[in-house]
């Protein structure tokens, strides 16, 4: 049968608004389902008594690099479309399609040849690879990210042509983390093929199983001279000359193979089909008994090497990850990143917030084609041009509606929740110009206790500079608590679009992010946090997955005064000031460098020490801005880079806030390169030292980087993707949110971030890079003049000081509730309502777990949750509230909702689960009736 189809405008625009194509164009493309497995057609190949080439041709497809989304479509659709083409020409053509957008496009535009794939798929001489929607960074996204990629690119593939794929395909990604593995497993593919290995990080040999923390394991292709090594291949009639050009590769490529059989991908970035690939290896075949060569699938290489350890060769084992590659773009467009970051933890708690209320409330409606939606928008945006930065300018225009798509979704999807779960509560979340009922939720799995930031809603116009009226704050048991009111101290708003995490998200104010984010583009100065208005701070403590609710007794003064307190610092003779708190202690040079940070309680713990100046380096303080020379492009750190300026030594306009809460340093120093402002936010009882930094930039060709010296000693740590990893060399690496270096003995210092994942490292001295101004991507100066990044930034980090270890001190709990602040809801007492409980949680789980994931799946109910310390141990999952309507089953399942066979032991009528957990092992558990 033979399907119409529309037209590829029509699609392109819809791709380039990152919509997903769902039943519409499925129903527009008539495709056979394959068989499940991808198993292809008896083996019919030619085997060497030497070797055997294994030649497999591709078209790489980049959503956007040096051209916008739009040409790159069209292009690839028509490169699929010779594929498909010459495959019905020629009975011994194989190849290899990738990547859902691309797939989308082709279906759309070639309905015809559509048809032909389905039937060349059945029949295994196509294979669709890849599994993920797109090829994306490994590096930069969460974990929970990487996931919904293979998530979503499974799902389509499975709708679409009836199969998933076997055989993830990151042939381009810059650097491939440790847990891709278990993330490949969970997504249900049980091979991977990849181009660009690390610098340092290199596998064993072409073919290896790549092993996860957990012991998950891929058989693993490394395409050791690229993805692009003959690509030239197979396009002349002269057969002598590409027979010298592939054995040329072959010579090559064979001392790296752990079997006799060797992987030459035959493509390149849109390449044609090779035309005269099939007649060539029929012609070498002829010639030749010591080596073969078969035009092939990818399936059809790993069937050849699953046979080959069958029958007793050794396949080694590499247990790490494979990077660094291209180390420059870790911080190339940073407020890419920023932007991202806050959008996937946003994205992920509104997904918690929706469920929590759809178990809670019979008239709230999941939304989950909006969830998916926003999903698929931030998956697109994830592609390794694409997030990395390391794409021309043209092309971010799409990646930024994308986000703000993203961005609106969460703000919709997150209000509508916390309406629910505020009336659950016995709050009605109408606004007031005096609310009496403040509820904090906490979306994540353990009881916190920290600073919150928030704005008053009955001060919002008010002008800056008059105290609002006072009130009492009180937490449900009717104590007091003490809050401080935060005087503007002149940060600037980031005008590239990064959001600000540092005060509660409160979804039911106007904007994503609240006024500051809205406003935030004229790059004017605001108040304390970067928001219009008053805000106040407080120590406040919330529940596991779950809620508090305080009260304001309005006209009522609080035991203690909230107002911030002007303090003159008297300098020493060096000019040094001393700041303290109740759990801190803070020297500081005149330039708002810090010099030594130690315990007030405990003089001896000094967290933060400064290194000397030598005859060839100036000192290094905490919190020093130095600027450096960035001749390089996105893809490469300057290795020339030299110091041109820093706040060492530089002269600021210097305030100090103190308060119930905390003491607060702002210094404001102005350098040729930027106006810099520098706030430190120093609490008085010990915990997460915050600062923001904000600068308006007016240079270029520089980077900025944020130097730490801390006084941690022993093991360095970096946060990966769904885990962590340690044995780095010290220098340039990417973290997600948290690098520490410490021992059991001596204690350390952890470094958070809010989308800054660049991180030079030391032994325990960390170099943040904030921004890199360059300006070109790759070939030339001046081809991406948007890089440089002029106008205002806004920068948020974190120092935590701790005893012991990480895992002792929960250094991960600290950076997910650093990216992940608690939730506000102001309102009144809900007329009528019979709910008592001014607390509640809704989960609870065994303290090595973090919950990443909860979600709906129809009437089911899915958890995800990684083992976070990297020990084997019991874990525990138990459902406070009833998970689904009927008596519940529970069973483990995998990404794709697969069931999988695993111990476990169920709690409490289905409301629970126990089971062991591996090492930084990621379990989905499915709740739902039998």
């Not at 001749?631 to 600021?652: C, I, K, R």
């Not at 706030?679 to 130097?707: A, C, N, Y």
Request: with cysteine; charged share 20%; aromatic share 10%.
């Amino acid at each position: 049968m033979r399907c119409g189809g529309g037209r590829r405008s029509a699609l392109l625009v819809l791709l380039g608004m990152g919509v997903v194509l769902a039943g519409g164009l499925r129903a527009a493309v008539c495709v056979q389902g394959a068989a499940e497995g991808e198993t292809g057609v008896e083996d019919t190949f030619s085997y060497g008594t030497e070797g055997t080439i294994w030649l497999v041709p591709h078209s790489h497809y980049d959503v956007a690099w040096l051209e916008p989304e739009f040409a790159t479509a069209g292009r690839i659709a028509e490169r699929y479309r010779d594929h498909v083409s010459q495959a019905l020409d020629e009975a011994g053509y194989r190849f290899v399609l990738d990547q859902v957008p691309a797939l989308q496009t082709f279906l759309f535009s070639y309905p015809i040849e559509a048809d032909s794939l389905g039937q060349l798929v059945k029949e295994g001489r196509a294979q669709l690879v890849g599994g993920l929607y797109i090829q994306p960074d490994e590096n930069l996204p969460e974990g929970e990210t990487l996931l919904q990629e293979a998530v979503l690119g499974q799902r389509y593939l499975k709708e679409t042509f009836g199969l998933y794929s076997r055989s993830g395909f990151d042939i381009d990604s810059f650097g491939h983390s440790w847990q891709m593995p278990q993330i490949l497993r969970a997504g249900g593919m049980e091979e991977f093929a990849f181009a660009r290995a690390g610098d340092e990080q290199k596998p064993p040999a072409s073919e290896f199983w790549w092993v996860a923390p957990d012991g998950s394991r891929v058989l693993a292709a490394w395409m050791v001279k690229g993805y692009d090594v003959a690509q030239a291949l197979g396009r002349s009639s002269n057969i002598a000359k590409e027979q010298a050009k592939i054995m040329d590769i072959y010579r090559q490529l064979r001392p790296y193979a752990a079997t006799p059989n060797v992987l030459i991908p035959v493509g390149g970035d849109y390449a044609a089909p090779p035309s005269e690939l099939v007649r060539l290896a029929k012609d070498w075949n002829a010639r030749h008994t010591d080596v073969k060569m078969n035009v092939a699938t990818l399936a059809d290489f790993f069937a050849a090497v699953r046979r080959a350890e069958a029958n007793g060769v050794k396949i080694p084992e590499f247990a790490a990850e494979s990077n660094r590659v291209f180390p420059g773009y870790y911080s190339a467009r940073i407020w890419i990143k920023q932007r991202n970051r806050a959008a996937e933890h946003q994205l992920m708690v509104a997904e918690r917030l929706a469920t929590f209320a759809s178990l809670l409330d019979p008239a709230y409606t999941y939304p989950e084609p909006e969830l998916t939606q926003a999903w698929t928008a931030l998956a697109l945006n994830q592609f390794h041009d694409l997030l990395p930065a390391t794409a021309v300018d043209g092309v971010y225009d799409r990646m930024e509606q994308r986000y703000e798509k993203v961005e609106t979704a969460v703000q919709e999807i997150a209000g509508k929740a916390v309406i629910s779960l505020a009336r659950y509560a016995g709050v009605d979340p109408s606004e007031t110009s005096r609310p009496t009922r403040l509820l904090l939720f906490n979306p994540l799995n353990w009881d916190r206790q920290e600073i919150v930031r928030l704005r008053i809603p009955a001060v919002q116009g008010a002008s800056q500079g008059a105290s609002p009226t006072l009130f009492r704050l009180l937490d449900d048991r009717g104590n007091e608590v003490p809050y401080q009111i935060l005087q503007p101290v002149g940060q600037y708003r980031d005008a590239f679009g990064a959001r600000s995490l540092t005060t509660a998200w409160a979804p039911l104010a106007p904007g994503t992010y609240g006024a500051a984010d809205r406003a935030g583009i004229d790059g004017g100065e605001t108040s304390a946090a970067g928001e219009d208005g008053w805000e106040i701070a407080f120590v406040a403590s919330v529940p596991a997955a779950g809620y508090r609710i305080y009260s304001l007794e309005w006209g009522h003064a609080p035991a203690r005064s909230p107002e911030e307190k002007e303090v003159n610092l008297e300098p020493n003779e060096q000019g040094d000031t001393l700041v303290t708190t109740a759990a801190y202690r803070l020297v500081m040079d005149e330039g708002g460098n810090i010099r030594e940070l130690s315990s007030e309680s405990e003089p001896d713990r000094t967290w933060i020490k400064e290194i000397p100046a030598t005859s060839w380096s100036e000192p290094v303080r905490g919190n020093g801005i130095r600027i450096a020379t960035d001749e390089s492009n996105a893809y490469f750190p300057d290795g020339n880079s030299h110091l041109v300026a820093s706040t060492v030594g530089q002269p600021s306009t210097a305030r100090v806030l103190a308060g119930p809460v905390m003491t607060r340093v702002i210094h404001r120093t102005e350098l040729p390169q930027a106006v810099i402002v520098r706030e430190i936010d120093l609490p008085e009882r010990p915990g997460r030292i915050e600062f923001i930094t904000s600068m308006d930039w007016r240079d270029k060709k520089k980077v900025v980087q944020v130097t730490m010296p801390t006084t941690g000693r022993g093991e360095t740590t970096f946060e990966i993707p769904y885990g962590f990893i340690t044995g780095r060399s010290p220098g340039q690496w990417p973290a997600v949110k948290w690098v520490d270096t410490s021992s059991a003995e001596t204690g350390g210092v952890s470094l958070l971030n809010r989308g800054l994942p660049d991180h030079e490292v030391y032994g325990g001295s960390y170099r943040l890079t904030l921004l890199r101004s360059i300006d070109y991507t790759f070939f030339r100066h001046g081809d991406s003049p948007q890089a440089l990044g002029i106008g205002s930034h806004r920068f948020e980090y974190a120092l935590f000081p701790h005893s012991g270890t990480w895992q002792e001190a929960r250094v991960d709990r600290q950076a997910w509730e650093y990216n992940e602040p608690l939730i506000a809801v102001w309102g009144e007492p809900l007329p009528g309502s019979t709910r008592g409980s001014t607390l509640a949680s809704f989960l609870q789980t065994s303290a090595n777990l973090i919950v990443t994931a909860v979600r709906r799946f129809g009437e089911k109910v899915v958890v995800r949750a990684v083992e976070a310390l990297g020990k084997e141990a019991g874990a525990e999952i138990v459902w406070q509230i009833a998970p689904s309507p009927s008596q519940p089953e529970v069973y483990p399942v995998n990404g794709l909702l697969q069931k999988v066979e695993r111990g476990f032991t169920k709690l409490a009528e289905g409301k629970g689960v126990q089971w062991q957990a591996r090492p930084q092992e990621i379990a989905t558990w499915l709740w739902g009736c039998q």
